[in-house]
C-alpha cells in the first residue's frame, strides 16, 4: 500500500470512528467499522472485540472470523485470556507469543483453543478512556512475534477514537438507553449470526465468506449490516444477491 493512500486510510478512519452522533446508531455496526479499519491498517490475522455490561460481566460483541468469535466466547466461558486482563487491569495486554510454555501456564484453556485455531500471537487493547474500560479488542496473528510495536501503538488510537465515540453517543442517550445499547447489540449479533447461517446453508459457503458477502453488500448499498442481515432473514432480499457471478 503507498504512503498516501494509507495515510488516506487512516484519515478515513478515524473520521468514521468519530462520527457517532448519527440516526440509527447500532454499536454492532459501528464495531465493526473499526474491525475492518483496524484490519486494513494493522499487521493482524484475525480481530475480535469483547464489551463490559452494567454488571461488569463480559460480553462477546464480533469479531472478524469464526475463529475469533469462539475464542472470544472461549474467554468468557474459561474465565481466562488477554481481554478479561486487560479489562480488568485496564491496561494493554501482550503482545503474547501462544507457542511457549510460561502463555500455557498463565491462560492454559485460553492458549490451547487459540493454538488450535491456529494462533500463535495474541494481544488485547483496551477501550478505555481515562479510567473507564468499556471492553477490549484482541489482535490475534498467525505468526509468533507478529504484532509489532508501531502496530499496537496505532491499534490502540483507534481503540481510543471508538472508545470516545461510543461514550460520546451514550451521552446523547437517556439511562435506559444506556443500559439497552449493549443488549441491543447483543440481539444484532445473534441477526447477524443467523443471517450468516442462512446465507452459508443457501450458497453452500463457508461462516466467515457468508459474513464478507453481506459485509461488503452492507458497504457497497450504504447500508446497516444489523438492518441487511435482518432483511436477509425475512427474505426480503434474496440469496442470489450474495452469489458470486
Given amino acids: 500500500m503507498a504512503q498516501w493512500e494509507r495515510d ?3 484519515a478515513r478512519a478515524f473520521l468514521e470512528l468519530a462520527d457517532t452522533l ?8 459501528f464495531l465493526h467499522v473499526l474491525t475492518d479499519r483496524m484490519l486494513e491498517l494493522l499487521d493482524v490475522t484475525a480481530i475480535g472485540v469483547i464489551m463490559v455490561d452494567v454488571q461488569g ?6 469479531a472478524s472470523t469464526h475463529a475469533a468469535h469462539q475464542l472470544e466466547e472461549a474467554q468468557i466461558e474459561f474465565d481466562e485470556g488477554p481481554s478479561k486482563d486487560s479489562c480488568q487491569l485496564h491496561e494493554q495486554i501482550g ?8 502463555t500455557a501456564e498463565r491462560w492454559p484453556r485460553f492458549t490451547k483453543a487459540a493454538r488450535t485455531a491456529g494462533f500463535a500471537t495474541v494481544a488485547a487493547l483496551p477501550l478505555r478512556l481515562r479510567e473507564e474500560v468499556i471492553g477490549a479488542v484482541n489482535l490475534f496473528h498467525s505468526r509468533p512475534e507478529a504484532l ?10 483507534l481503540a481510543d477514537a471508538a472508545t ?3 461514550l460520546h453517543q451514550r451521552l446523547s442517550q437517556d439511562q435506559a438507553e444506556r443500559v439497552g445499547q449493549l443488549q441491543t447489540a447483543l440481539n444484532s449479533r445473534i441477526i447477524i449470526e443467523q443471517a450468516k447461517g442462512a446465507l452459508g446453508a443457501r450458497l453452500n459457503i463457508a461462516p ?3 459474513f464478507e458477502r453481506l459485509r461488503t453488500y452492507a458497504r457497497a448499498h450504504r447500508t446497516s449490516l444489523t438492518r441487511l442481515c435482518q ?3 425475512e427474505g426480503r432480499v434474496p440469496a442470489d444477491e450474495f452469489a458470486l457471478p
Fill in 148 to 157: 509489532h510495536p508501531a502496530s499496537l501503538r496505532l491499534g490502540q488510537a
Fill in 8 to 10: 488516506e486510510r487512516l
Fill in 22 to 29: 448519527t440516526e440509527g446508531f447500532y454499536l454492532v455496526d
Fill in 57 to 62: 460481566r463480559l460480553v462477546d460483541v464480533t
Fill in 164 to 166: 470516545i465515540g461510543i
Fill in 95 to 102: 503482545p503474547v507469543d501462544l507457542t511457549l510454555p510460561a
Fill in 231 to 233: 432483511h436477509v432473514i
Fill in 208 to 210: 466467515d465468506t457468508a
